[in-house]
């Protein structure tokens, strides 16, 4: 199943800023995500995005609802659809006129998959947060305290074992930290410390 989106433009510039309103951004994602599994998922990003744009890129509220927002829809799409994986969420907001820069962070989140290079901080830290979040989220559920006492060391050591969280891509992992400039301890720490208070 190829996942290829066959473009790299995304939405019109004109809609810069266009953005939807919280509201209508959950009742999307409610509407189109059916698993609970995969909604935790999608605010567990979307809430480690925001936290990144307002602690590490000093962004205003409007800018940190923008990535917020990319990392909220970014597999809006994958329930229902996976065929047409990211491709679906795209045209919905390009319908919808929205902020280009939020069309591109969703469709470059996997660029192996969809074949869009992750261009801007906010590109890239989806990219970055996307699977990593999920190989920690995996290891919280098997630890007595979930995420509470978790350290760097724990992770790593899950990191290392191929057979755990086995369909999460550690090679995607280490790629998109290089993109983005932060070693892997760095983000492992970042997500660790905010991931638990959506």
């Not at 962004?59 to 909220?72: F, N, Q, Y």
């Not at 869009?116 to 830290?125: A, N, Y």
């Not at 990593?132 to 007595?144: D, K, N, T, V, W």
Request: glycine share 6%; aromatic share 8%.
């Amino acid at each position: 199943m190829s996942l290829q989106i066959g473009r790299s433009v995304f939405g019109n510039i004109a809609n810069k800023n266009n953005v939807l309103s919280k509201q209508a951004a959950m009742e999307l994602m409610q509407q189109w995500v059916l698993n609970p599994k995969l909604q935790l998922h999608m605010l567990q990003v979307a809430h480690l995005m925001k936290c990144w744009a307002k602690e590490k890129e000093n962004l205003s509220e409007e800018e940190c609802w923008k990535w917020e927002m990319a990392g909220l829809l970014h597999d809006a799409d994958w329930d229902q659809w996976p065929e047409l994986h990211c491709k679906k969420i795209i045209e919905e907001l390009e319908q919808r006129n929205i902020d280009p820069e939020i069309i591109h962070a969703i469709a470059s989140h996997g660029p192996a998959h969809f074949g869009v290079q992750p261009e801007t901080k906010m590109d890239k830290m989806l990219y970055a947060f996307d699977e990593l979040s999920g190989l920690i989220h995996a290891y919280s559920l098997m630890r007595p305290n979930g995420y509470e006492g978790m350290d760097v060391k724990g992770v790593k050591k899950r990191f290392k074992e191929k057979s755990f969280a086995a369909n999460v891509s550690r090679h995607e992992i280490l790629e998109a930290c290089e993109m983005a400039g932060i070693a892997l301890d760095d983000l492992i720490a970042f997500i660790i410390n905010n991931i638990n208070n959506i």
